[in-house]
Structures are given as structure tokens and as C-alpha cells.
């Protein structure tokens, strides 16, 4: 059997996937996640992942006979490019490798096309692309939302039950919600105690799910074509409240796969199997091809939804800011998600 690599690179980090060739959907022969080093470049990652599932393969006694990298931004894809030096890899836009790996599970719909809906560590990113030709339409990024951000909500909330955490800490309490509907939370330092349910989760991240519903509905209008479907991509969206949120104020059928964070890795691994060297980049549709946005309906949502994006970027951003610092948090100092988001139409109308 031939082995192949898969990486997916991120802001966040790395994620590395080592199987055979037509294997790409069952358990990995090996696998690892290597975060993003404070400061360090996101080729590091990837290299580092690439080092480590290279030595995997060699106490196997085995080669790896293809590699492909995702990136989500010419930026990343530069820089690994440049640290690739000598090492043959395939270089894939990152919607590409997500949309051949839900192909090859016969998840993806035959005609039409599809939201990607893709929430990380680092950020949310719509992609709106037609699956026939796998063309983007529209894409957008924001920094806004994203597991760092919930992680610091989730701290916020914790220290105003007298209980201090650190970020490992909080991010392993809000994936343990994605399993268990109740976790402990525990201050090291004092041994004071505070109970999480799903529900709070759900409630705390609320604002955040609201904005992103407008989010999805933007790119939708701007392309003028309405998709078949929203797949729900990235380690966030293990959450079943956030899934839940979405289904009720998206009008539109839900895809998810199991591991929601392992997808374009998945989808690197089959296109490591079919190409060995190169870039494999997504065409975008042209400009026009689309329908135009109406301009006046539109242009009032658009500053509506940024409005929303300055109001809870503030707060993400002062809570990240706040972590920086040991002290608790007064009662009533910081608005609550519900506090800062309208509520969202929940059809497109």
C-alpha cells in the first residue's frame, strides 16, 4: 500500500495526517496536531508536522510517496513555498481539498453549490463555491469569531465565578462540552470550583453564531445564487449548541462530518495521492458572473453587519487584552454577548 501525507495549515497551527493512498476516510496510520509557535511562522508548523509523520513512516519502514499542504491565504502558501526548499509537496487551496474530501464521501451535492462554513481557532472563513466546476464565488474571512475568542468568553465567565484558568484550560473545558453536557472547572490556585453546562456555552457564544448567520446571508446575496447546502467545517463546530444555533437561523440544509477539523487534511491526502508536485489553486468566478448586489437593501446591511462586527470585536478583543493581566473581572464590567447583537432574521427571504 502507498502512503501519503496530508497537512492542513493554519494561524493556529498544523494538523498532519499520515494514511494509504485510498484510505483517507478511516482512523490515520498516524497523525498529530503541532500549534503555531507565539511569534513563529506558519511553515514551522507545517515542517515540524511533516518531520514528525516523515519519522512515523520511517519506523514503519515505509515511504511517503506523496505530501500536500492546504493553506487558506496566498500569504501562507508563499511562505511554505519558500521553506519547502527541496521537498516535493503539493500546495492546495484550502476549499479545494475540502470540497474533494466531501466529494469522495458523497456528502457533497452533484450540481448547484455550497457554503463552506469553516470555524477555527483563529477565525471564521465563508466560502460560497459551485461544485460543479469548484470555482469560488465569494469568500470572506473574519477574525472576529473563532475558538481563541470563545476561549477567552469562556474565562471571562469562569473568573466572574471566582474561578481563574489558563488558555489550555479553557479550551480543553469548551471541547469537553462538545461531548459531556456538564464539566468542573477548577482554580489551581485557590481550589475554588465552578460548573459549565452546554447550555452557558451555547448562551456565551450566542452573540458570536448570531453575527456569523448575517455573515453567511451577506455572501449569499452577494453572489446572487442560492446553494443547496452549509457544511459546517473546523474544530468549533464539534459544539452541538453551535450547530444546533446554526440550523435554526440558517435556512439551508446542514452537512457536517465527524471531524470537522480533520476535513481538508483528509482531502490533502487525496490529492497528495493523485498529484505529487505543484500548487492546486481554486478559480474564482468572474467579476459579474453573479448578480449584482442591489445596491441601496444591501448597502444597509452591510453597514448593519459591520456595525455588529466593530461592537463584538471590541469586546473579543478586550477580553484577549484583559487575559494579559492576573485580575478578576468586576460584576457587570463587560456587556454579554446577548447585549451587543439584534436579533437575526432566520430566512433569506
Keep these: 500500500m502507498v502512503l501519503v501525507l496530508g497537512v492542513s495549515a493554519g494561524a493556529g497551527g498544523a494538523h498532519a495526517m499520515l494514511t494509504h493512498s485510498d484510505q483517507p476516510h478511516l482512523p490515520p496510520i498516524d497523525h498529530c496536531e503541532v500549534p503555531r509557535r507565539a511569534g513563529g511562522g506558519v511553515e514551522e508548523s507545517v ?45 492546495v487551496d484550502e476549499p479545494l481539498a475540502q470540497l474533494r474530501y466531501l466529494r ?50 469562556l474565562r471571562w465567565r469562569l473568573a466572574r465565578d471566582g474561578v481563574l484558568t489558563d488558555k489550555p484550560t479553557s479550551r480543553r473545558h469548551r471541547e469537553e462540552l462538545s461531548d459531556a453536557r456538564v464539566v468542573t472547572a477548577i482554580d489551581t490556585g485557590t481550589g475554588d470550583r465552578a460548573v459549565l453546562t452546554r447550555s452557558d456555552l451555547t448562551e456565551l457564544f450566542a452573540a458570536g453564531i448570531h453575527h456569523s448567520a448575517s455573515f453567511v446571508r451577506q455572501t449569499i446575496e452577494e453572489t446572487g445564487v442560492r446553494p443547496e447546502a452549509m457544511v459546517l467545517l473546523g474544530g468549533c463546530t464539534r459544539s452541538p449548541g453551535i450547530r444546533a444555533e446554526l440550523t435554526e437561523l440558517v435556512d439551508l440544509p446542514i452537512i457536517y462530518d465527524p471531524e470537522p477539523d480533520l476535513v481538508s487534511a483528509r482531502g490533502a491526502v487525496l490529492l497528495a495521492a493523485e498529484r505529487r508536485s505543484g500548487d492546486l489553486r481554486m478559480p ?18 452591510l453597514i448593519a453587519a459591520v456595525a455588529v462586527t466593530v461592537a463584538l470585536g471590541a469586546t473579543i478583543a478586550g477580553l484577549l487584552a484583559t487575559d ?24 433569506f427571504g
Design 47 to 91: 515542517f515540524e508536522a511533516i518531520r514528525q509523520m516523515m519519522g512515523a513512516a520511517g519506523a514503519r519502514d515505509e515511504l511517503i510517496s506523496g505530501t500536500a499542504v492546504t493553506c487558506r491565504c496566498p500569504l501562507h502558501a508563499d511562505a511554505i513555498r519558500a521553506g519547502a526548499g527541496e521537498r516535493r509537496l503539493t500546495i
Design 104 to 153: 469522495f464521501t458523497g456528502r457533497l451535492p452533484d450540481s448547484g453549490s455550497v457554503i463552506l462554513y469553516d470555524l477555527g481557532s483563529s477565525g471564521l472563513t465563508i466560502t460560497h463555491a459551485d461544485c460543479r466546476n469548484d470555482t469560488i464565488l465569494s469568500s470572506k474571512r473574519s477574525t472576529v469569531l473563532g475558538g481563541d475568542g470563545y476561549d477567552a468568553l
Design 284 to 301: 474564482r468566478a468572474r467579476t459579474g458572473a453573479a448578480a449584482l448586489v442591489p445596491s441601496t437593501v444591501d448597502r444597509r446591511k
Design 324 to 347: 494579559k493581566g492576573s485580575s478578576r473581572p468586576e460584576s457587570g464590567s463587560e456587556p454579554t454577548p446577548a447585549e451587543i447583537v439584534a436579533p437575526t432574521p432566520r430566512s
